[in-house]
């Protein structure tokens, strides 16, 4: 069993999420998607993890978020929620399992919450899918919205690049906001926005707003591990800061690995029956 690095082991939820926010405390959210690296991230003090639908890219090697399934991201949540004990679990819904209607969209709150035993749901867009977010809450399935750059939108888009420079878009993302917390969510995901749009959105509602490339005046960070830690040497992104190098550690523990058993170093005497 992991160790916890942080002394208030108690569950952390969405109630908690709203004082954090009002006494000032950031909130450290992380990626996961699997039971091990789930378990070790959540006893070094994670608040927060998001079973992202970026595992269509970082689990599954996908150019987008798009082909992930709801049954795909289940089988995701499950393990992440037998591997922590104190962190709030958010799970994505998936591309196409809120956009068509409500009745679709509840359907499938509910068996992502049913099926995984986590504590909430992470859907994308803001005025339009509002029928979708206020039959889910009245479900009694908290949401965590998500604006800016929404990667299920990428065909829309065109690009990864930074949302809402423009003032009509930024007036958009403020209103959406607003409607998404007068709604009932529980927080508000911002992802590369500027980082002043992000600050005034952040002072214009109650609930906590986090943040992945929009700036530190926010009321938490979400950011994929294995982007964090250095996995995928090609991706550096302005916005996120690397904490560790576990591209060149794999490959050097792989590499030694290799080499042992190529050389009839591995196994030694102690390391056999
Ligand atoms: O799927 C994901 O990883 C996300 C974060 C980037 C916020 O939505």
Redesign the pocket.
């Known amino acids: 069993m992991s160790k916890y690095l942080v002394e208030d082991t108690r569950k952390v939820t969405t109630q908690r999420f709203g004082e954090m926010k009002r006494k000032g405390e950031k909130i450290a959210m992380l990626?996961a998607y699997d039971y091990t690296t789930a378990s070790i991230m959540d006893a070094a003090g994670v608040d927060a993890f998001?079973v992202?639908?970026?595992a269509s890219n970082v689990m599954a090697g996908n150019a987008t978020?798009l082909p992930i399934t709801v049954d795909e991201m289940i089988y995701y949540a499950k393990g992440v929620v037998r591997g922590v004990k104190r962190a709030l679990v958010v799970v994505?819904m998936p591309f196409g399992s809120y956009q068509v209607n409500a009745d679709e969209a509840v359907k499938n709150a509910i068996r992502i919450m049913k099926e995984t035993n986590a504590d909430a749901v992470?859907m994308e867009g803001g005025e339009e899918i509002l029928p979708a977010v206020r039959r889910i809450l009245d479900a009694g399935i908290p949401i965590m919205a998500?604006l800016g750059l929404t990667?299920q939108s990428i065909n829309k888009f065109g690009t990864y690049g930074v949302r809402a420079k423009d003032d009509a878009e930024a007036a958009k993302l403020l209103a959406d906001a607003k409607l998404l917390a007068d709604a009932g969510c529980f927080a508000l995901?911002l992802?590369k926005i500027p980082a002043t749009l992000a600050e005034k959105v952040a002072k214009s509602i109650e609930i906590p707003v986090i943040g992945?490339g929009a700036g530190v005046n926010v009321d938490g960070q979400?950011l994929?591990y294995a982007d964090m830690l250095g996995m995928n040497a090609d991706f550096k992104p302005k916005f996120l800061r690397r904490y560790a190098d576990l591209n060149t550690v794999i490959t050097d523990a792989v590499g030694s690995y290799v080499s042992d058993v190529k050389a009839c170093d591995f196994p030694n005497e102690n390391e056999q029956y």
């Open positions: 990626t998001l992202g639908d970026s978020t994505d992470k998500h990667p995901v992802e992945i979400v994929v």
